[in-house]
């Protein structure tokens, strides 16, 4: 991943693995961004690319990165608003939910493996502190 201006007024995009963010966002925003573009970068490769519309793929990509911000607590307001702007609807959304969930799942499952990760790294490192004892 890597930040560029060049990308604007796109807040993210991805292309053949390699996922750009516009520079500037908030956290919360920058995170939406990755989940879309990772969403991209699962679902609309190849064969499936040339099979789906740009509505199809943003609205997919969209929802991915809804589900996954509230599930993370994160406000995502924006969605609905960006996937009118690709003419997205509710049909659509349902003929692409198990898509959806499925790349939300994985994403997540992703999210709590790293979180389990790094739990374990800081309760070793503080193990390890621990048993140290101070000289008298």
């Known amino acids: 991943m890597e930040y560029s201006e060049d990308i ?25 961004a990755l989940v879309h ?6 679902l609309h490769k190849a064969e499936r690319r040339t099979a789906t519309t740009k509505t199809v793929r943003e609205t997919e990509a969209e929802a991915v990165a809804f589900v996954v911000s509230k599930a993370i ?16 609807n509710a049909e659509l959304l349902m ?10 799942s994985v994403i997540l499952s992703a999210i709590e493996t790293e979180e389990s990760v790094s ?9 390890a502190t621990d048993a140290v004892e101070p000289a008298a």
Not at 37 to 42: P, R
Not at 119 to 127: G, R
């Open 119 to 127: 739990q374990e790294i800081a309760d070793t490192q503080f193990s």
């Open 95 to 104: 003929e692409s939910l198990d898509v959806v969930q499925q790349t939300a």
């Open 8 to 32: 604007a007024p796109a807040l993210g995009i991805s292309c053949g693995g390699k996922i750009a963010l516009l520079p500037g966002q908030t956290k919360a925003e920058e995170f939406t």
């Open 73 to 88: 607590g994160l406000n995502a307001n924006t969605s609905a608003s960006y996937i009118q702007l690709y003419h997205g």
């Open 37 to 42: 573009e990772t969403a991209h970068e699962f």
